[in-house]
């Protein structure tokens, strides 16, 4: 079955501009995450979904940063008035409900650029 | 706090020649723990998790590793290393008993490793 897909693949930005970012999961899984990730850095948590529950935003670095879940599938990071900072590759994971100890899967980022 | 330590930013191996990349960590109750590779320009994947029973885990591409609770440790090892092991490496913890905001995985900062031919 497909994996975890991402869109855009490369995004392009002028500061100041507000960006969209998609990630579908793999069909089933319940729970769903991004993080961030930058040039040679390890990972960084910016908010998880689980089902029908709160989304876990304590990631998100400002309120510049927003998450959605529709339909408990396809995700959208918004990011509002973009920075130079903000570029990284932002990467989204899914994986199943059952039991903690599922393993994330992940899809293959999109590389924000920030002019 | 909940917390994962990858002590060495970069390992060193050569080619045929064993190698371990170590990960320590700090939760509340008993742990999940799970390593990630992410090879050049290539997204992330699970490499292996310990869940329960036996303390050794073996995962893909001949990986294996050791949950040692008393050390609060989970390093990752290879008997003979391959130049195509050359990636960064990811050790993530979760706490089995957590709740609410910290169900969520605790990453550590990856450690490079550099097989040599």
């Known amino acids: 079955g497909a994996g975890v897909s991402q869109s855009p693949s490369n995004k392009v930005t002028e500061k100041g501009k507000d960006v969209e970012l998609r990630c579908d999961p793999i069909?089933?899984?319940?729970?769903l995450y991004w993080y961030r990730q930058s040039l040679g850095q390890g990972l960084e948590f910016l908010i998880y979904f689980q089902g029908n529950s709160a989304p876990d935003k304590s990631g998100l670095p400002s309120d510049r940063f927003s998450a959605e879940r529709t339909g408990g599938s396809v995700s959208t990071l918004t990011i509002q008035r973009t920075q130079q900072e903000d570029s990284a590759v932002y990467l989204c994971?899914?994986?199943?409900?059952?039991?903690?100890?599922?393993?994330?899967?992940f899809g293959p980022g999109t590389r924000l650029t920030v002019l | 706090a909940q917390s994962v330590a990858q002590p060495e930013d970069q390992v060193n191996v050569a080619e045929g020649n064993p190698l371990t990349v170590k990960c320590t960590y700090s939760v509340s109750g008993n742990p999940y723990l799970f390593w990630y590779v992410q090879y050049p320009n290539r997204g992330l994947q699970f490499l292996l998790k310990?869940?329960?029973?036996d303390n050794l885990v073996k995962g893909s591409y001949g990986f294996e590793a050791e949950f040692n609770k008393s050390q609060t440790s989970f390093h990752l090892k290879k008997p003979s290393a391959l130049v195509s092991d050359s990636a960064l490496y990811f050790c993530?913890?979760?706490?089995?008993?957590?709740?609410?905001?910290?169900?969520?995985?605790?990453w550590g900062l990856g450690t490079s490793l550099a097989v040599n031919p």
């Open positions: 994971a899914s994986s199943q409900l059952a039991g903690d100890y599922n393993e994330q899967f």
């Open positions: 993530a913890v979760r706490d089995r008993v957590a709740a609410g905001n910290n169900r969520k995985l605790i």
């Open positions: 069909s089933g899984h319940t729970a």
């Open positions: 310990y869940i329960t029973g």
